[in-house]
């Protein structure tokens, strides 16, 4: 048992919300602008990759991703649908100093809150570890790349402040979709695993 628990495959995984294709068009369109006057600084995710993401576990035991996929519709079921949408743009840590590009959302973000806190917990209690910083909803759309000077790092927190979304697409969120990437150089890409739904059913 020892020995197979030791060999047993690693998946990269993680649990999120989809993102609807509407959604995903109105940032296709804020990126095409952003990469016209930072894309040279910035490594963009797949469009298609987009999601909101409610739990990171990196590389577990597929073993545990069964577990936890088994797990997922007693934490969906206690919720309803809420509606969420995409509001803003900003920068972790912050936009004096960019890393991190991401998309704001707004809408029903306590129940969204809510609903992170008990997938953090029921992954917990398989004996995945939970998380130690607060949850802080938001779209990932690139990450800066290294050695940016700190006047190329003022311009790109400056284009994204002053980003605005033509439509801002909001949606009911429906399902929970447990995650695997699969990293390559061209960025990573996800594949579905398995689905919950919200409220059960």
Do not use: C
């Not at 609807?20 to 369109?29: F, R």
């Amino acid at each position: 048992m020892t020995q197979t628990r030791q060999t047993e495959k690693q998946i990269r995984s993680f649990i999120a919300i989809p993102v609807p294709d509407e959604g995903i068009q109105a940032l296709e369109t804020v990126v095409q602008d952003f990469d016209a006057e930072i894309g040279r600084h910035v490594r963009w995710v797949r469009l298609e990759g987009i999601h909101l993401t409610l739990k990171f576990m990196g590389n577990i035991p597929a073993g545990m991703v069964d577990r936890v996929l088994a797990d997922l519709p007693t934490v969906t079921a206690k919720f309803s649908p809420f509606k969420v949408g995409i509001f803003g743009f900003g920068a972790f840590p912050n936009l004096r100093q960019p890393r991190v590009l991401w998309a704001g959302l707004d809408g029903d973000l306590a129940t969204l809150a809510s609903m992170q806190l008990a997938v953090d917990d029921a992954v917990g209690n398989l004996g995945l570890p939970k998380e130690q910083r607060g949850f802080s909803p938001h779209l990932t759309l690139g990450r800066v790349r290294r050695e940016v000077a700190d006047g190329q790092l003022r311009k790109i927190g400056a284009v994204v402040s002053a980003a605005k979304l033509a439509v801002s697409p909001s949606w009911t969120s429906s399902a929970i979709n447990l995650m695997r990437t699969e990293l390559d150089p061209a960025g990573s890409r996800h594949y579905l695993v398995g689905s919950a739904t919200i409220g059960g059913g």
